[in-house]
RNA sequence: GGACGUAUAGCUCAGUUGGUUAGAGCACCACGUUGACAUCGUGGGGGUCACAAGUUCGAGUCUUGUUACGUCCA
């Protein structure tokens, strides 16, 4: 299973790799949960899809988000469980099997409850597999010997007791209300499953005469069928106009009933005419003025959406056939007193896509207060659950608080019938509302207490409506663990549940109906946190939907790119919890630009993984071990401070659930740092051989398994299929129970880091300049780096060898002030590759910044002998010593020139000084640097000298070849104890020096306070070049201005904080010398 | 009508408790095929942070209002 290193394709192919490890995954029971394993426990139940469904992008996306949650919290040693299952959805499997009944020309009533639910089970058998099968293309990190559904054995019985409890806790009666009649499904729904939908209709005015002729008075209604229901006319009791009326009575037109005018605070005078006609039967609002008033309630209305008996002349008409007709007549007989355009909502069936028929009926009703009671005594006293986003609480809060009685009765045969057993033996053989009933856990029980209640002679028929499905679903955490028996192993360990992972649109549907039902049977919240996530949309921001056929088949996105890349988008796109995301696509390739980007970061991680694995020359890490700390060089240091970095980052991140910033840190980890700068950095160390080669693949194996451990939650089957290649183990491990990354915080280094962003910047300068002056990619350049600091200095110079390898610099000169920086003496730019040079042209302001520099560099030594030699090992640990010595004595000169020039009023005086010192430079350079001969023996002095000092040598000023030389009599060229240890060993500069050449013109460009020069070789595009060096100079000085200006502000100065001011006077002080260095260059353009 | 969310580059989005010159990926342009990767590399162009007012030394960030889009509830 795992592959070898030869044989891996220099394209990842996710066909392969995922179907390989989720077989492997699920075959070798690696997310089996077990309660005894140690480990603090972690417990995620699905949210059940529904049989019926096949995998949509919201399935995708939320189980990609749990499955990152999850895999994230096992590998961090928490004891892991995310249980699977699904939902039986009563309406919606019954609306698929009538459709397929009806096609046969079969009704349910035909075909016979027993017939129809056998069909059901055949089908879920069938089709239910489905999705279930579809979330393993997902790589799911659940236990699949704990998938539950809802309708199975166990969680019925949870079912049954509930209810049963319930019951006799008198939370459930069976009542006559008005409910939403779903005349599609024929069946009642909760107020949940109402849509309000916004359409255009007429507002009808009617005029009703009153019963003694005296008037009449007007009413207005959208729904004129069910003035044939109406049995008062409403006003409001302080409405003047209509004070008279209360008490008289109308002739209703068309029906001729007498109903009276009452008084009632729900009509609102400004709305009309001020008059309202009340139908208690059709109309929640009339139903409750009918209930206040003792109205009759009339219902015009069968149960399938044609009007009935008491519907007159218009018996056996659908609705809206009824409504025409009832207009029509009112019209004749001169009723009708104005039609109106009018655009209002009308509740819709969520399932049956038709207006709802507010309806009395028999049902059976939770009594949602206490339930909600305690729900909102976990939340405001014990902040349970926890919100994600916080925002959420108001919105969960705010619908327990005004909630309605829940009806949970369905008149459909799919799903848990209703354990209420009818004595139809006292009601005549028939189902009535006022039939005695006894609720029990079986039919057994049932008779038992019918007998003792009713006689021997009783005969029972259980209720035929079943329960709606988020009564099942309400107990989900809990019944899947095993409750009601509440010993279980698994309800014990992992009950309460950790998170819930969920979308808002069933924060009410499901989220409420958990928190009520487990507060009120076990007696606790069922999870601690609740993870509210976004919808994913399409392309044009638009809910994806069934309707509107505007869904993104994930199947398809996944055979294109694979399961990780698609995981990866989405979780990626998730910033700032809760938000909506939108995905890429492109309908007639079905491609998409965003899942493309992710593909592709496999396929980078693939290749820097097989470089890896290429160059440790067969080695898993473990045989590599750890990096001797002493032997790390300047990469290594600093990779290892990035990594640990991202591991601080991402664990903090995902702690909070933020997986979107924890993805986009590891991209930007993996491909920034670790990809386009590490593997390039050590890149020549592994052509060679050597302790640097050792320490850098030893590297490279670490921070390797890191980022497959760092990234595995969020692409499990690319990093578990590289992790079995690298550590080269057999199918009986799996990365996804190994642990996750420890963040060592003291490998985290702040200085180095930023030292690094010298190194960087000093890189990305050289290529951008080479760039713009056309320089072939591949052609060898001189480069001279000069700064004035002596700290920019050292870090250049201990990471020169990098910036050789990386620019394609093959002469690289770093140096303090130099020549160029004279602007006044009017020569060009000498090409200095020694610094020796910089005293032929030395000027004022660069001895001033030298003596500076010197200064600062050399007043401890002045001052105490002691404390330099330790500094010389503590901070001045680099192999540039030999550059620091050289500058001592040249300085020296230097300053003493200009001490003498400045003291003295003869300007000639100064000059004489000063050629003193450039003809005793040129005199040591003759002497000791001119010849290679002469070089090396200086060299070898100096080396002796320093080796005394500090035990190494270094070359500062050329590349070294690759494959180290080390010196005669220097044994050990790399100094183990010394951390700053080079980035390649140390060799003597062989090669001759470039004899001093008539001066090319250089261009420069400027990082931190350092110059990059790069002399002009050839044909180049100066006008181009020059253009550059403006822009970039019209950036820093329009920086500085606005710093300058920032700093003249009193108010600024006087109120920021110190660190404020001082960064921005550091800031301007930098742009500053920045500007006059970009200047001084364009003049010599 | 009430509540909430969003508005930053052509597109998709970051941007911490207000503090240097507002960032990334994709797309675009130029150059490049160097032995991990062209599903690649290097460089480049591209933004009045929806609008208005306010607070502040200083606002993409805080406050208020306006507009647009979206969602939920009634």
Redo the contacts with the bound molecule.
Sequence with gaps: MTATIPTLS???DPSITEDKWQQAWEARHVFKADPDRPGEPFCVVIPPPNVTGSLHMGHAFENALIDTLVRYQRMAGRNTLWLPGTDHASIAVQTILENQFKAQGKTREQVGREQFLERAWEWKAESGGTIVNQLRKLGVSVDWSRERFTLDEGLSHAVLTAFTKLYEEGLIYRGNYMVNWCPASQSAVS??EV??KEVDGHLWHFRYPLTDGSGYVEVATTRPETMLGDTAVAVNPSDDRYSDLIGKTLTLPIVGRQIPVIADEYVDKEFGTGCVKVTPAHDPNDFAMGQRHDLPMITVMNKDGTMNSEAGPFEGLDRFEARKAVVARLDEEGFLVETEDYHH?VPYSDRGKVPVEPLLSTQWFVKIKPLADKALDALDNHQSPRFVPE?WT??YRDWLVSLRDWCISRQLWWGHQIPAWYAVSETGGDITDSTPFVVAMNEDEAREQAIAQFGPDVVLQQDPDVLDTWFSSGLWPFSTMGWPDETTKDFQTYYPTTTLVTG??II?FWVARMTMMAGHFTDTMPFETVYIHGLVRDEN?Q?MSKSKGNGIDPLVLINKYGTDALRYTLIR?V??AG????L?YDRTTDES??VE?S??F???LW??S??VM?NLGGQTPAQLGQPDAHQLELADKWILSRYHGVVQRVRNHVDKYGFG?AA?DLY?FI?GDF??WY??LV?SRLQGEGPSKRVAQQTLAQVLDGILRLLHPFMPHITEEVWHTLNQVGDDQFLAVQGYPQVEANAIDGDLEAQFELLIGTI?TI??LR??AGI???AQIETILQSASAEERRILTATQVYIQDLAKVDTLTIRGEGPANAPQNGRVAAPSSTPTTAASSVDLAGIKAELTDFWVTMRPLLEEPLTYVNRFFSDFRRPAVTLLLLLVLLVTLQVLGAVLDTLNTIPLVGGVLKLVGMGYSLWFISQNLLSVDRRQATWAKLGTWKQQVVGQTQTWMQRPAPEPVVPQGQPEPVAAADPWTAPAAPQPEPAPQPEPAPQPKMFAGVVGTAQVLIPLTGVVDVDALRAKVE?DLG??E??AK??SG?LS?A??VE???AE?VQ??RD?LAE?EQQAEMLRSRLKLL
């Design positions: 220099s394209q990842y107020d949940l849509e309000q909502t925002r108001k919105v808002f649109d009410f921001n809910k796109e910033a700032g938000q909506d995301i939108r890429e630009a965003s980007a593909r592709n496999t396929n980078k290749n820097a097989r470089f290429m910033e986009k930007d491909w990809c386009d593997i390039e890149k990305r290529r951008n760039a713009e072939k990619p591949s822009k950036k820093i329009a920086e606005s710093l920032r502000n108010k600024f109120k920021a904080p404020v960064g921005a800031a742009a």
